[in-house]
């Protein structure tokens, strides 16, 4: 036991929600404990995953609170782990389910040195690694499916990487929809987009050639007809993972915080949660008195301040007049548009400041002013690079990469002068996002034709600029 550590129930516990000290002692019905030492995942009054200790031992405890009965959540939890076990795949081992009035406890030997899948993938510089990774979840995937077994939230932080081999975790997701026979192609396919779509879209023109490898140990022809469907499969798939992906920004998880009232609504990132930070949502209009201006405009003033010494900027939207006001009472601030596209930016992979806070004051359901936080992107602005430099060529495939990213995204910028892109080395960054629109198929002719206007005195740049972004 850890005598410094606070003394809780399991109740206590549950009621404690998202704000769990931690090292924390939490008793059981017989008297004996566990010590959680580390939160790794809560869903308040619903589930709590942890590092622990438990007879001296450090393990992995899944807590399903309940009321009363046994919960559905703690079942699936139990048949999944059966069924991995039943066909011999490789997942942690479990030591102990304890079951009480509160709560039931899955215990699992913990593995301090595995590491998650995802981990392993985004780390890694080696090509060949990487590789290796990928060939190893498919080939677990195919192990999954042939012995009938669906990982219904199938993604790669659901496999952990320890001494060459893979464990499958998140157990409670395993189900068999086939009557343990081996699961239809169908189903198979949909399943294996699940993977794919986790990728970033500049990856994912890898998936035909490990969907090769699957269809060969499946003992499947890899027609033209099945590679079809699994392309479809994997857009299917990306496009409900980015819609559930941004309706998420706007409520409370585990990433965000999300306050309203009737007079106003405030969602902000949980790991800037400080006095300081909360001083900065209570009253922005004094941070932006005292910050340093970076923007004075009559539609948006924009600061860049401090708090607890990490650099943030705000941008507070103006009403220029009551009939601007007015129309805005009805629909998305220009704030919330900003949030909006900041992550799906971001989960496309393109780089943008990355969003920290949205406040709109609110009269009930009407919006008045709003503003926008975002992490403190240094660079300069293109036009004022190019006007002392000769293009970067790592300058040039950046812009290039972020226009196609755009159309093949259906996004439209709305306003790509110069000026909305920031420089530092080869990367390029886009900012001042609250005029984009996505699912357009119009529109992208006109970012472009804005961006050139900006070099018509430079004919040489123009040219090359018009020949890499294959305008005619």
Not at 104 to 118: A, P, R, T
Not at 374 to 381: A, I, K, N, P, V
Request: glycine share 4%; aromatic share 10%; hydrophobic share 40%.
């Amino acid at each position: 036991m850890d005598n410094n550590a606070l003394k809780l129930t399991l109740q206590d516990l549950n009621l404690a929600g998202r704000e769990i000290p931690v090292p924390v002692n939490v008793f059981l019905e017989d008297g004996s404990y566990i010590t959680i030492e580390k939160v790794l995942r809560v869903l308040p009054g619903k589930r709590l995953v942890a590092k622990a200790q438990w007879h001296k031992k450090p393990v992995l405890a899944k807590i399903f609170f309940q009321k009363g009965k046994p919960g559905s959540a703690a079942k699936k939890e139990n048949r999944g782990y059966n069924a991995i076990k039943k066909v011999g795949i490789v997942t942690p081992e479990r030591l102990s389910v304890i079951r009480e009035k509160q709560a039931q406890l899955f215990l699992y030997d913990f593995i301090s040195e595995g590491e998650s899948l995802y981990n392993m993938l985004e780390k890694t510089t080696s090509p060949a690694e990487h590789s290796n990774l990928l060939r190893m979840v498919v080939l677990a995937t195919v192990s999954l499916h042939e012995n009938g077994l669906l990982q219904e939230d199938l993604h790669f932080d659901n496999f952990m990487y320890w001494l060459g081999e893979l464990y499958v975790i998140d157990v409670a997701s395993i189900t068999s929809p086939e009557n343990h026979q081996p699961l239809s192609q169908s189903t198979s396919i949909e399943n294996l987009a699940l993977l794919w779509a986790q990728l970033p879209p500049s990856e994912q023109s890898l998936a035909q050639a490990y969907f090769t490898l699957y269809c060969a140990k499946r003992n499947w022809l890899a027609n033209e007809s099945l590679r079809t469907q699994f392309d479809c499969a994997i857009t299917t798939a990306w496009e409900k993972r980015k819609n559930h992906y941004l309706q998420k920004q706007f409520r409370e998880c585990t990433e965000n915080i999300r306050l309203k009232n009737f007079a106003e609504e405030i969602i902000f990132k949980r790991k800037f949660k400080s006095t300081g930070f909360e001083d900065l949502l209570k009253n922005p209009d004094m941070f932006l008195a005292k910050g340093e201006m970076l923007k004075d405009g009559n539609s948006a003033t924009v600061v860049k301040i401090d708090i607890d010494n990490q650099p943030f900027v705000i941008k507070r939207y103006n009403n220029k007049n009551f009939l601007k006001a007015f129309t805005r009472l009805f629909k998305k601030s220009r704030a919330e548009r900003c949030w909006y596209f900041a992550h799906l930016l971001g989960f496309i992979d393109l780089q943008t400041p990355a969003p920290v806070a949205v406040i709109v004051n609110r009269f009930g359901p009407f919006r008045l002013n709003s503003y926008f936080i975002s992490e403190y992107h240094e660079g300069s602005t293109l036009q004022k690079v190019w006007s002392k430099n000769e293009p970067n060529l790592d300058i040039v495939e950046s812009i290039v990469t972020i226009f196609m990213q755009l159309k093949a995204n259906r996004i439209v910028h709305g306003d790509c002068k110069s000026t909305n892109f920031l420089v530092k080395g080869g990367d390029v960054c886009l900012i001042d996002l609250d005029s984009m629109q996505d699912k357009q198929d119009t529109g992208f002719k006109n970012d472009i034709q804005r961006f050139l206007k900006d070099w018509q005195q430079k004919p040489e740049l123009l040219a090359y600029l018009k020949k890499q972004l294959k305008v005619e």
